[in-house]
Nanobody, 120 residues
Framework: QVQLVESGGGLVQPGGSLRLSCAASGRFFSISNMGWYRQAPGKQRDLVATITRSKSTVYADSVKGRFTVSRDNAKNTVYLQMNSLKPEDTAVYYC??????????????WGQGTQVTVSS
């Protein structure tokens, strides 16, 4: 069974930093794209950042220059470094990964979500 386990959320003051981690575990062949999404109360889940296996990245305009996504392929882990946090960054952050369980069988998997609250 494939699982994504997130860590690193919490409460931080405006202007502060947090680092989220998400590790994939279980039996699978490979992981292609990984990324982070977020969902604020009463809003839809939106893309924050994605990273390919070759480490090409895409960011939402709202986080460009403040957030950095990275991954360690050997550890099957994706990270999100969040700097200069703003109250509008408050949301539940979800890790996402496109995982090939076999060479012919792939699916999108989601983490359980981690709360990030930016408040003074």
């Amino acid at each position: 069974q494939v699982q994504l386990v997130e860590s690193g959320g919490g409460l931080v003051q405006p202007g502060g930093s947090l680092r989220l981690s998400c590790a994939a575990s279980g039996r699978f062949f490979s992981i292609s794209n990984m990324g982070w999404y977020r969902q604020a109360p009463g809003k839809q889940r939106d893309l924050v950042a994605t990273i390919t296996r070759s480490k090409s990245t895409v960011y939402a305009d709202s986080v460009k220059g403040r957030f950095t996504v990275s991954r360690d392929n050997a550890k099957n882990t994706v990270y999100l470094q969040m700097n200069s946090l703003k109250p509008e960054d408050t949301a539940v952050y979800y890790c996402n990964a496109h995982i090939l369980r076999t060479i012919l069988d792939s699916n999108d998997y989601w983490g359980q979500g981690t709360q990030v609250t930016v408040s003074s």
